[in-house]
């Protein structure tokens, strides 16, 4: 077959089963709206949870960053590209998570391949939660490793795979918020059980830092848990972008040796770094912002009961509506549009077959009337 047939037929197939993904562009928007011409919608689909994408000690400290430092880093860390505000908040991270070393990376997607990538060997295995990420999953099936998934959240699932003997090491890998479904991890068992088989824990907490926690450090530290490997990212409750893995000592000079993604890709700019610092104070100082958060879940999760869907186990900012097939999922998305309200259809492979969902996510900067109007918007539609 030649490209050209393949990538048509692949196109098709996804067409076919209602699983055609489109980009919608947007001229603008918050994490509260977005707009297109004179449009302008309730975005209930963003990952800002706290609004600290348009806060102005934010957005002044990398405007003042890219006016001292420049707007590119210039090169890898490895180079040149790692200056003393890397240095710096890379160590203000490890001191808020209580790590002894932080590294920097441009996305989670990056730091997650780049972690496994360098971790892993043929003898090893990876045994991951069935419903982490797909740069987690991705990275651990392109790895010489064995991988084994075991049941969402489930640990007597972990324990029969971690009792199967393996020749090298075992890494398990889990989400402190998993992102389609926004429940958490039970992280205590899981390391419980992972350190009783001499394994290691990496949690994605991309979902958890800057919401749960005291001083928004996120899942593990606020169900009491220290994994071996903790990676945050910056392009969600930062509402900037970028990520970072906590780590110990002796794993960070690995990484710096063998971590491909960090040695060979240019460094994040100063002036984002700069902002990346804002923003983590807005973070450990932002009770505030998390008590408006909270108070917007369980207005949403009251007001729901009544509609024909299930309400999830989340009490975090994602708040699934599970409909089921693709089309009625595409086709309430696109009744809320009309209504006002933007909410994204989320449908299989990110999501299990039969499992498509309104991604429903709140935030710090909707109000209360927002929720209000989302939840009239819902129950106005035919479903
Ligand atoms: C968003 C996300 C990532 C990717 O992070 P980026 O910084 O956006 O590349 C990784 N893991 C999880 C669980 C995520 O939700």
New binding site residues.
Partial sequence: MSWQTRIEEAVDARKQAAAFRVRQSNAGGSARWLTQGEQRWLNFSGNDYLGLSQNPKVITAWQKGAARFGVGSGGSGHVTGYSDIHAEFEQQLADWQGYPRALLFI???AA?QAILAALLQASDRVLADKLS?A?LLEAAAYAPSQLRRFQHNQSDSLQRLLEKPVAGDTLVVT?GVF?MDGDTAPLKTLHQLVQAHSAWLLV?D??GVGVLGEQGRGSCWHQGVKPELLVV?F??AFGC?G?AVLCDEATAQYLLQFARHLIYSTAMPAAQVCALQASLRCIQHGDDLRDKLMGNIARFRAGVAGLPYPLTASATAIQPLIVGENQPTLDLAQQLRARGVWVSAIRPPTVPQGSARLRITLTAAHRSEDIDFLLESLHGCSH
Avoid: L, M, R
């Fill in positions: 996305s989670g997607f997650n990420h740069s989400e992102s994605d991309a979902h990212t392009g969600k972008s990520a």
